[in-house]
């Protein structure tokens, strides 16, 4: 099993940046990509941006040249940048395998944006 933590969330003004930040643990060596997935209110959760294990990356067209997913394999740790939020991106941030690998979800960190 793998298990996550996030954290980093806030409120922010819209234009503002925040940094999430993603802990695993576990059998983390069974992790090929990760991702950052989102839930807004009424929503389903959504992937909205990927990292593999070899450094590609993969972007929601929503997000693309705003948000910025990173890692740390030192840290088994991995980061999303987001820059020049919207209210549209306001939503509950979770991170886990990509694909799902029927990992359990972490408590996710929520991110609020406001107009």
């Known amino acids: 099993q793998v298990q996550f933590v996030e954290s980093g969330g806030g409120l922010v003004q819209a234009g503002g940046s925040l940094r999430l930040s993603c802990a695993a643990s576990g059998n983390t060596f069974r992790l090929n990509a990760i991702g950052w997935y989102r839930r807004a209110p009424g929503n389903q959760r959504e992937l909205v941006v990927s990292i593999s294990s070899g450094g590609s990356t993969t972007y929601a067209d929503s997000v693309k040249g705003r948000f910025t997913i990173s890692k740390d394999n030192t840290k088994n740790t991995w980061y999303l940048q987001m820059n020049s939020l919207k209210p549209e991106d306001t939503a509950v941030y979770y991170c886990?395998?990509?694909?799902?690998?029927?990992?359990?979800w972490g408590q996710g960190t929520q991110v609020t944006v406001s107009s």
């Open positions: 886990n395998a990509v694909p799902l690998q029927n990992y359990a």
